[in-house]
């Protein structure tokens, strides 16, 4: 890893004197190891004299990543986070050293200074190398024909955790690292993590506890507020409420970003005049919610509200169930399926739900289809057409969906590489082990065709991700839950809603608990609403807590 000023900089003496407020000077011994490998609750480091080399275990090697001289220090972005290091740092001579506990260092970090920017900038800068060059703690044995291993990857992707990828295809002697873990082709993907842990075919939940992604919950800790989803609106949710003092705790099932979270690229979000894609835009909003407090819980979704009294209970998936003062439900939508049972099993495998660089990795030089008419389906095949051979975007209307933003309808219409094909949906999906053919039809002249075809993004419209609710709060007849001045009076006596006041903009049918972005009835479904009403939640979560 070779440093640069901006990814390991040296500390000023004044830097450093600021740094010393907030933590303790203490003396450390040759190979003294100062954090280690999947730990946790590890402390921020100021090399004072001698140096600390951070090294990555692999067996019996420990490769040298980087060495910390005097006036550098260790870390980062996990240090805000809790998760376990990548790493291990030791001391490479004897020396001394300024040691910083993670609440103390996240104070230095919200105190705003020159200081506290450097020492963000140097944080994520270090994890961005670290996934660049694959120097993590886990390795992936899959296939790009296995939609586990497509899954495992993301997961790690959008959660910014470094991987190196073994294709069991490609590369070579992989039969001695199968035989090595006693693992066979069935178990495909198969994660390795750390070196010892062998996890076959695993859940992004099992993922996430062998990386050490979450803190234990305390249960019997009443939260000012739990945000269910971590898109743009439980993301906003989160920063804006640990930045005004909330203790808040947010639930996410898979990654955070949720749909914006796959989009390859947001060109119409204020203040990214050349776009920002939606995992980029949610990692720095992850960041952003660790700095100022908030706790965030990965691939651990809320199952069922207890709604009958206060405060109310969210129960996780795994049991474990969270009072709260006031809750934010953020939980988003999903894209719907193709009606049959025949498409679940290319899911993951010819039949995908986003448009990022991995699934583009995976249809380089071949023709796809892209299914619907809104941004969602604009923004993927505007990005497919950069890598794939052609793009088919079928849509059921006779034109693009008047929602659809005007730059990407033009760049549409003028991309060479784009066929629109209105009136048209997919009648059959075929294959053997993995999608191969695709049928589809014009509604108007009732002509099918068949074509040669193995990849399928699916962005045909969304429902909304409220099962878990359980009966609790008034939805739309779409299922959307409905907020505010959409509560019909007939709606809040069937609910029988206790205060003399109505419900605040956003607050749902039951009082404290609110509804914002996708999953909200009413909602714009842009990623600046979302943003928006986030933000507003935590205003009217204010005034709730105060009553």
Request: aromatic share 6%.
């Amino acid at each position: 890893m070779n440093g640069t000023a901006d990814i390991f900089p040296t500390l000023s003496e004044p830097q450093i004197a600021q740094i010393a407020a907030h933590g303790r000077r203490r003396s450390v011994r040759a190979g003294e190891v100062l954090f280690e490998q999947g730990e946790a609750s590890r402390a921020f480091f100021v090399v004072l004299s001698g140096a600390i080399e951070v090294v990555r275990p692999v067996g019996a090697v420990q490769e040298v990543v980087v060495v910390h001289e005097p006036g550098q220090f260790t870390g980062d972005v996990t240090l805000l986070s809790g998760r376990g290091a990548v790493v291990r740092g030791r001391a490479r001579e004897a020396g001394e050293v300024l040691e910083l506990d993670r609440d103390s260092l996240r104070e230095l970090v919200q105190a705003g200074s020159d200081l506290s920017d450097l020492l963000m900038r140097a944080f994520i800068l270090r994890r961005m190398r670290l996934i660049a060059e694959r120097l993590g703690d886990v390795v992936l044995l899959g296939s790009s024909h296995s939609a586990g291993t497509l899954r495992v990857k993301e997961f790690l992707t959008r959660n910014g955790h470094p991987y190196a990828y073994v294709d069991l295809e490609r590369d070579a002697g992989v039969q001695d690292l199968l035989d090595q873990f006693h693992v066979s082709v069935a178990d495909v993907p198969v994660v390795i993590c750390r070196g010892h842990d062998v996890l076959r075919n695993p859940t992004n939940a099992k993922v996430a506890d062998c990386l050490g992604f979450n803190q234990v919950i305390d249960q019997g800790h009443v939260r000012d507020v739990v945000v269910v989803g971590a898109g743009p609106a439980g993301l906003s949710a989160a920063v804006y409420g640990a930045s005004e003092g909330l203790d808040v705790l947010v639930l996410e099932t898979e990654a955070p970003g949720g749909q914006a979270g796959s989009s390859s690229k947001i060109e119409n979000y204020l203040g990214f005049p050349t776009g920002i894609s939606g995992q980029e835009l949610a990692g720095r909003a992850y960041v952003q919610a660790q700095k100022f407090g908030a706790e965030v819980i990965i691939a651990r979704g809320a199952a069922r509200l207890a709604c009958d009294r206060r405060p109310y209970v969210i129960e996780i998936d795994g049991g474990e169930r969270v009072p709260a003062r006031a809750i934010i439900i953020a939980s988003g939508v999903q894209y719907r399926r193709l009606p049959g049972d025949g498409a679940a099993r290319f899911d993951g495998d010819g039949v995908y739900y986003g448009a990022t660089a991995l699934e583009a990795q995976l249809c380089k030089d071949e023709e796809v289809i892209v299914v619907g008419g809104g941004n969602s389906a604009g923004q993927a095949a505007v990005f497919l057409s950069h890598s794939a051979k052609h793009v088919h975007m079928l849509v059921r209307s006779e034109k693009l969906a008047d929602r659809m933003s005007r730059y990407l309808i033009r760049r549409i219409d003028e991309c060479p590489e784009i066929t629109v094909h209105t009136h048209t949906e997919i009648e059959a999906l075929e294959g053997e082990t993995r999608l191969q053919h695709v049928v589809w039809r014009n509604r108007q002249t009732g002509e099918a065709e068949r074509h040669d075809i193995g990849h399928v993004f699916l962005m045909m419209g969304a429902t909304p991700n409220t099962g878990w609710l359980d009966g609790c709060l008034v939805v739309d007849d779409k299922g959307f839950i409905r907020t505010g001045s959409d509560l019909r009076p007939d709606e809040l006596s069937d609910a029988h809603w206790p205060l003399p006041r109505s419900p605040y903009l956003l607050e749902t049918s039951l009082p404290g608990v609110f509804a914002v972005g996708d999953v909200r009835s009413g909602n714009i479904k842009r990623v600046a609403s979302g943003v928006g009403e986030g933000s507003i939640s935590i205003h009217l979560v204010h005034k709730v807590l105060a009553e």
